[in-house]
């Protein structure tokens, strides 16, 4: 822990609700914009002390709403200088962060969920057949792939992404989804689309996540075929007797918020 913190906000009008709550307590502020480049996904992130932040949390009820908070970890990357790209046929619109929450699985990285305005799902065939290693899901809809150490998830209005580096890097995500959604839309007479089902990544990932003693308690044979259905949205995760209420214990969070972030989590 750096002694800071950082939040981000689902709209421009919550950020300014905290700033002024923030001024009428007399309380210090760090500001981290996403303007110009980010603009289209992202809202201004505060930074404060961890003082700071309990003298907020102790002073106010319901000012104002945020999309979670984490350690604040100074970026890497610069936010451009240049205005996003406008496209003509704007399929996916703008985004909201609304959930900011560390990772889990490393505890060094964060995680987001960020709705979408546009309705991206008619595009997911057209990215299965372009984004190298892409898994496709028609039923659920939804569509992953990697970038980089970073998994990305797709849904008809929402965007969950697992390992960004923090919240610089998050928008630069977020950013890079909205030209590809939006590219790949602009070529989509150029492309055949791809209904294909494939299970990698996010079967894997779901894997790495179990104890792998391929135990057999959930009723399959090996603990990849267990991943795969859970992926498919055919089997429930808590189904692993030893990761829930045996010696695995341990694995349940990660394993939780792998399967959340993919939208796997059956009723």
């Given amino acids: 822990m750096n002694g800071r913190t950082t939040t981000t906000f689902p709209q421009r009008c919550e950020y300014e609700k905290a700033v002024a709550v923030l001024e009428a307590m007399s309380l210090p502020c760090e500001e981290v914009s996403p303007d110009p480049g980010y603009a289209m996904v992202a809202c201004p992130a505060i930074v404060l002390t961890h003082e700071t932040r309990r003298a907020l949390s102790d ?28 496209y003509e046929d704007d399929i996916f619109g703008f985004a909201s962060i609304v959930l900011l929450a560390p990772c889990v699985a490393d505890p060094e990285k964060i995680r987001i969920i960020a709705h979408t305005s546009g309705d991206i799902s ?50 630069r995500t977020l950013e890079m989804i909205r030209r590809l959604v939006n590219e790949t839309w602009a070529r989509r007479d150029e492309i055949e689309p791809d209904d294909a089902l494939r299970v990698r990544p996010p079967a894997l990932e779901i894997f790495k996540r179990l104890p792998r003693t391929n135990c057999r308690e959930c009723g399959e044979v090996t603990c990849l075929a267990f991943a795969a259905k859970v992926y498919m949205g055919q089997e429930s995760v808590d189904k692993c007797a030893p990761v829930f209420g045996g010696n695995f214990g341990h694995l349940k969070d990660a394993l939780l918020e792998i399967c959340q972030g993919l939208g796997t989590m059956l009723e």
Avoid: Q
């Fill in 59 to 86: 002073g106010v009820r319901d000012d104002y709403i945020c999309s979670g908070w984490v350690d604040y970890r100074p970026a890497k990357i610069a936010v451009p200088g240049e205005n996003p790209i406008i």
């Fill in 122 to 171: 008619p595009v997911f065939p057209y990215l299965n057949a372009t984004v190298r290693g892409a898994s496709y899901n028609k039923n659920a809809p939804n569509l992953t792939f990697m970038d980089g150490h970073r998994m990305i998830s797709l849904y008809p209005n929402r965007i969950a992404a697992a390992k960004p580096d923090e919240i610089v890097d998050a928008w």
